[in-house]
C-alpha cells in the first residue's frame, strides 16, 4: 500500500536530484529516504531510478508517475488552503440579533474591532425586540443574541449579565459634580423616561416614590437611545445602561453611577443542542474585552472590572 512518507520521499527525490538534498529537505536520514524509495518501487512492481556512477537518473515510469503524484500534491495544497481559511475565517458570516439598546451602542464599536480582526468575515446585525432576538437565535438565524432577560426557552444557551444603570447629564449640569446621584437629587428636574411597561421604568418610579421625589416627566419614549438624543438636546436627564452612556460620550454627556442600584439586564444567546461556533466565541471575547478596556462593571464584582462568565 502507498503511504504519504513513501510518496514525499519520491517526490523530493524528482524535484531536487539526489537522495542527499530529498534527505536534507525531509529533515531525515539519507537511508531513511532510500528506504522509503525501495518500499514504494516494491508497491508499484517497477523501477524509478537507474543508478549511473552517483547519479539517480528518473525513468520514463517515474516521469509518468510523477505527473500523477503532482496532482496529488496539488490536491493536498489545496487542502491546507481550504483548512487555512477556515482556521482564519476567511468567506465566514456572523450573525447577530440584538435589542436596540445594544446594537445602538456597544455592538457597532465591538463589530468595528472584530472586522479588523478578521478581515475575511462578513457581519449581519439585525435588531429585534427582545421576543424575535430569542426566535431567531433559536431557530440558528443567529449565531448570538443579545436580549433582555426573559424566561429561558428550549433550544437556547444563555448567559446572564446585570450592569447598573447610570445617570447620563450634560457635562456642564451641576449635578455632574456629584460623585453619586441619588433619587432625591432627581426632584424637579426634567426626567426622559422610557415607557412605563418597559424595563427599568418601575424600579426607577419605586425609587423615585420611596424618596419623595417628583422629577419633571414630560417626555417618555421607547428606545434608550432616544434618551441619549434628548438628554443631549437639552430636554432633561435620564437612566440608561452603561453602553449607551459611553456611546454618548462625544455628544458632550457624562455619566455618574446611580444609586440604590437599577439594574439593567441582559441575556447573550446562543443556538443550543449545537457546538457554540469559533467565530461566535471569539466575538463574545472581543465583546467582553471591549467592556472590560472601558471600566465597565457588573452588577456586584466591585472596580476590579468585569469577572463576566462566558458561559461554555
Not at 439585525?126 to 429561558?152: E, L
Request: hydrophobic share 45%; glycine share 8%.
Amino acid at each position: 500500500m502507498l503511504t504519504f512518507q513513501q510518496l514525499n520521499a519520491f517526490r523530493a527525490i524528482m524535484l531536487s536530484g539526489t537522495v542527499t538534498e530529498a534527505a536534507r529537505q525531509l529533515h531525515i536520514s539519507q537511508p531513511a529516504v532510500s528506504r522509503l524509495l525501495a518500499q514504494l518501487e516494491a508497491s508499484l512492481g517497477f523501477s524509478l531510478f537507474e543508478r549511473h556512477k552517483s547519479r539517480l537518473l528518473a525513468t520514463r515510469e517515474a516521469r509518468a508517475f510523477m505527473a500523477e503524484v503532482d496532482k496529488a500534491f496539488i490536491g493536498l495544497d489545496r487542502l491546507e488552503q481550504a483548512a487555512a481559511g477556515i482556521r482564519e475565517h476567511r468567506g465566514e458570516q456572523l450573525v447577530i440579533s440584538a435589542l436596540p439598546a445594544f446594537s445602538l451602542s456597544l455592538l457597532p464599536q465591538v463589530i468595528a474591532r472584530f472586522c479588523r480582526r478578521f478581515e475575511g468575515v462578513s457581519i449581519g446585525l439585525v435588531t429585534h425586540r427582545s421576543a424575535d432576538v430569542q426566535a431567531r437565535t433559536r431557530a440558528t438565524q443567529s449565531d448570538i443574541g443579545f436580549a433582555d432577560a426573559m424566561p429561558s426557552e428550549q433550544g437556547l444557551d444563555h448567559i446572564p449579565w446585570v450592569f447598573d444603570c447610570v445617570c447620563l447629564l450634560p457635562e456642564n449640569h451641576p449635578l455632574a459634580s456629584r460623585n453619586t446621584i441619588a433619587p432625591g437629587d432627581l426632584h424637579g428636574q426634567p426626567l426622559i423616561q422610557l415607557e412605563p411597561h418597559l424595563d427599568p421604568s418601575g424600579r426607577v418610579q419605586h425609587l423615585l416614590a420611596e424618596a419623595g421625589a417628583r422629577p419633571l416627566t414630560r417626555i417618555h419614549t421607547s428606545l434608550v437611545a432616544s434618551q441619549a438624543g434628548l438628554v443631549a438636546a437639552g430636554a432633561g436627564l435620564a437612566l440608561v445602561d452603561p453602553f449607551t452612556a459611553e456611546a454618548a460620550r462625544p455628544l458632550g454627556l457624562v455619566s455618574r453611577p446611580f444609586a440604590p442600584a437599577v439594574p439593567f439586564r441582559v441575556d447573550v444567546l446562543f443556538p443550543a443542542f449545537q457546538p457554540r461556533s469559533r467565530l461566535a466565541s471569539a466575538f463574545l471575547d472581543e465583546t467582553l474585552a471591549w467592556i472590560r478596556e472601558r471600566g465597565i462593571v457588573m452588577a456586584g464584582q466591585g472596580s476590579s472590572g468585569p469577572k463576566i462568565s462566558t458561559g461554555k
